[in-house]
C-alpha cells in the first residue's frame, strides 16, 4: 500500500495550502542533493512500516529526524543564507538533529525499522525550495514546529519508560529550534494557531484539553504521518497500523 494514496482521506485534516506558504513542499528533494548516504535513485523504494506501537511510533520520529538531519546541510550548501548568524544557527541545529538520529538509532538497536540508505527522496521540488532564504527559513519553521507537536503527540501513546524518556529528551530540543528559526523569520517566537498544519476542528480532543492556554497543541500519530505524507518527501511506500 502506498502511504500517499492511503493517506488521501486523511489528507482533509491538513492544509496543504499553508505548507505551500511556508515553502516546505519539497524538502525531501533537497535532502537527496546533499545525503550521499541516502539512496539517490532506486527502481523500487523500500516499504517502510509503522505500527501503533513503541517500535512503530519510534521509528517515525527517527525519520523525522533524519529528514531534518539531512535539511540543514542543504539549506547552508544552497548559497542562500549568507548572514553569518543564519549559518550559525543552521549548523548548530543541523549537528542536533544528527545527534538525535545517533540518539534515536541506539536507543531503538535491533528494534530500527530502516536504514539511512533505505530512505528514496522525491526531487520533484527541489530548486523550489532552494530558491530563496525567506523559503528555506520559513521550511525549517515548518519542521520544527511539526517535530513538537509529533513528539509531544506521541508521548501519551507510547508505553515502554525508555522510549518516553528519549522521546521527552529531544521534544525539548526541538522547541528551543522552534524558537531559534521562527526569530531568524520574523515571526511569533511561539507558533500562532494560523500557523499550525492541524487547525483546531481536527485536533483530537483527548489529547487536547487545554486548547485556548498557552500551549503546544498535541497531534496525533497518524495526523503526523498524513503531514509528512502531504508533502511528498519520500518514494518509499509507507505503510502498517499506524497509518492506517
Same mark, same amino acid.
Given at each position: #500500500?502506498?502511504?500517499?494514496?492511503?493517506?488521501?482521506?486523511?489528507?482533509?485534516?491538513?492544509?496543504?495550502?499553508?505548507?505551500?506558504?511556508?515553502? #516546505?513542499?519539497?524538502?525531501?528533494? #533537497?535532502?537527496?542533493?546533499?545525503?550521499?548516504?541516502?539512496?539517490?535513485?532506486?527502481?523500487?523504494?523500500?516499504?517502510?512500516?509503522?505500527?501503533?506501537?513503541?517500535?512503530?511510533?519510534?521509528?517515525?520520529?527517527?525519520?523525522?529526524?533524519?529528514?531534518?538531519?539531512?535539511?540543514?546541510?542543504?539549506?547552508?550548501?544552497?548559497?542562500?543564507?549568507?548572514?553569518?548568524?543564519?549559518?550559525?544557527?543552521?549548523? #548548530?541545529?543541523?549537528?542536533?538533529?544528527?545527534?538525535?538520529?545517533?540518539?534515536?538509532?541506539?536507543?531503538?538497536?535491533?528494534?530500527?525499522?530502516?536504514?539511512?540508505?533505505?530512505?528514496?527522496?522525491?526531487?520533484?521540488?527541489?530548486?523550489?525550495?532552494?530558491?530563496?532564504?525567506?523559503?528555506?527559513?520559513?521550511?525549517?519553521?515548518?519542521?520544527?514546529?511539526?517535530?513538537?507537536?509529533?513528539?509531544?503527540?506521541?508521548?501519551?501513546?507510547?508505553?515502554?519508560?525508555?522510549?518516553?524518556?528519549?522521546?521527552?529528551?529531544?521534544?525539548?530540543?526541538?522547541?528551543?529550534?522552534?524558537?531559534?528559526?521562527?526569530?531568524?523569520?520574523?515571526?511569533?517566537?511561539?507558533?500562532?494557531?494560523?500557523?499550525?498544519?492541524?487547525?483546531?476542528?481536527?485536533?483530537?480532543?483527548?489529547?487536547?484539553?487545554?486548547?485556548?492556554?498557552?500551549?503546544?497543541?498535541?497531534?496525533?500519530?497518524?495526523?503526523?504521518?498524513?503531514?509528512?505524507?502531504?508533502?511528498?518527501?519520500?518514494?518509499?511506500?509507507?505503510?502498517?497500523?499506524?497509518?492506517?
Amino acid at each position: #500500500m502506498n502511504l500517499l494514496t492511503s493517506l488521501d482521506l486523511d489528507r482533509a485534516i491538513f492544509s496543504r495550502r499553508r505548507a505551500l506558504k511556508w515553502g #516546505m513542499v519539497g524538502v525531501g528533494t #533537497m535532502l537527496l542533493a546533499t545525503a550521499p548516504k541516502m539512496v539517490m535513485a532506486q527502481t523500487r523504494a523500500k516499504t517502510l512500516t509503522f505500527n501503533a506501537d513503541d517500535i512503530g511510533i519510534l521509528n517515525f520520529a527517527l525519520l523525522l529526524e533524519e529528514l531534518e538531519a539531512a535539511f540543514y546541510p542543504a539549506a547552508l550548501k544552497s548559497g542562500k543564507i549568507t548572514n553569518p548568524k543564519e549559518r550559525d544557527y543552521f549548523s #548548530m541545529i543541523g549537528s542536533h538533529e544528527a545527534s538525535h538520529v545517533t540518539f534515536l538509532r541506539q536507543v531503538l538497536g535491533s528494534n530500527a525499522l530502516f536504514q539511512t540508505r533505505d530512505l528514496s527522496l522525491n526531487t520533484g521540488a527541489l530548486n523550489a525550495l532552494l530558491t530563496s532564504r525567506d523559503k528555506i527559513l520559513n521550511t525549517a519553521v515548518t519542521l520544527e514546529d511539526l517535530g513538537v507537536h509529533a513528539y509531544n503527540g506521541a508521548g501519551p501513546s507510547l508505553t515502554n519508560p525508555t522510549y518516553i524518556l528519549a522521546a521527552g529528551s529531544i521534544v525539548s530540543v526541538e522547541g528551543r529550534h522552534s524558537a531559534a528559526v521562527r526569530q531568524l523569520a520574523g515571526r511569533p517566537s511561539t507558533e500562532p494557531d494560523r500557523d499550525r498544519l492541524v487547525q483546531d476542528a481536527n485536533l483530537t480532543a483527548n489529547l487536547n484539553p487545554f486548547k485556548g492556554r498557552a500551549y503546544d497543541e498535541l497531534y496525533t500519530p497518524k495526523q503526523v504521518v498524513a503531514a509528512v505524507s502531504s508533502f511528498k518527501l519520500l518514494n518509499n511506500p509507507i505503510t502498517g497500523t499506524l497509518v492506517a
